[in-house]
T-cell receptor, first 114, second 115 residues
Framework: ETGVTQTPRHLVMGMTNKKSLKCEQHLGHNAMYWYKQSAKKPLELMFVYNFKEQTENNSVPSRFSPECPNSSHLFLHLHTLQPEDSALYLC?????????????FGPGTRLTVL | AQSVAQPEDQVNVAEGNPLTVKCTYSVSGNPYLFWYVQYPNRGLQFLLKYITGDNLVKGSYGFEAEFNKSQTSFHLKKPSALVSDSALYFCAVRPLTGGGNKLTFGTGTQLKVEL
């Protein structure tokens, strides 16, 4: 295992629901990331946090709201999603934001929006 | 803007044969290059990276990759494929300077190793 856990692993929600995805890393890393993975498309970086501070929002719709209470935990709050938001959502962490650092990924949450 | 191209959606190889998964990139300045592998129902796992130095980089599970600056390529190779190597492989690039914190990924290549 990579040391990054995500819950839940699967989530089905209606367009009017509110749900949250959770990510936890046990690696002592300082940077955390949310990605969206859709079939046949490159991974899309959504948000970046460094020492709990958001450093990047990659033009993500406001129906996705991240939260990083500490360097070990990252949440993605979801509300009024659309069917096209169905995808695998991956959390990752790295020791720091430096370009040469590899990222460690969690197993992902498979989200289906009905 | 940086980009990565993985020209093959799928690569089929017989077990025991050498394998190559292709990757070309575009980035301003010098690149950091990465390969990740994704097994079914799992997240991405880091395989290897090129930062500087020797153009031939060795990584996990017997994989290696060769950085070719003139051809802007970073192909993944393994001398003898195993059935257990069957997975989805992603190439990624990040500029050495600038570019923010964005790691740009390719669309992935499905590797299928058959007996």
């Amino acid at each position: 295992e990579t040391g990054v856990t995500q819950t839940p692993r699967h989530l089905v929600m209606g367009m009017t629901n509110k749900k949250s995805l959770k990510c936890e890393q046990h690696l002592g890393h300082n940077a955390m990331y949310w990605y969206k993975q859709s079939a046949k498309k490159p991974l899309e970086l959504m948000f970046v946090y460094n020492f709990k501070e958001q450093t990047e929002n990659n033009s993500v719709p406001s129906r996705f709201s991240p939260e990083c209470p500490n360097s070990s935990h990252l949440f993605l709050h979801l509300h009024t999603l659309q069917p096209e938001d169905s995808a695998l959502y991956l959390c990752a962490s790295s020791r720091e934001l430096a370009s040469e650092r590899e990222q460690f990924f969690g197993p992902g949450t498979r989200l289906t929006v009905l | 803007a940086q980009s990565v191209a993985q020209p093959e959606d799928q690569v089929n190889v017989a077990e025991g044969n050498p394998l190559t998964v292709k990757c070309t990139y575009s980035v301003s300045g010098n690149p950091y290059l990465f390969w990740y592998v994704q097994y079914p129902n799992r997240g991405l796992q880091f395989l290897l990276k090129y930062i500087t130095g020797d153009n031939l980089v060795k990584g996990s599970y017997g994989f290696e990759a060769e950085f070719n600056k003139s051809q802007t390529s970073f192909h993944l190779k393994k001398p003898s494929a195993l059935v257990s190597d069957s997975a989805l492989y992603f190439c990624a690039v990040r500029p050495l300077t600038g570019g923010g914190n964005k790691l740009t990924f390719g669309t992935g290549t499905q590797l299928k190793v058959e007996l």
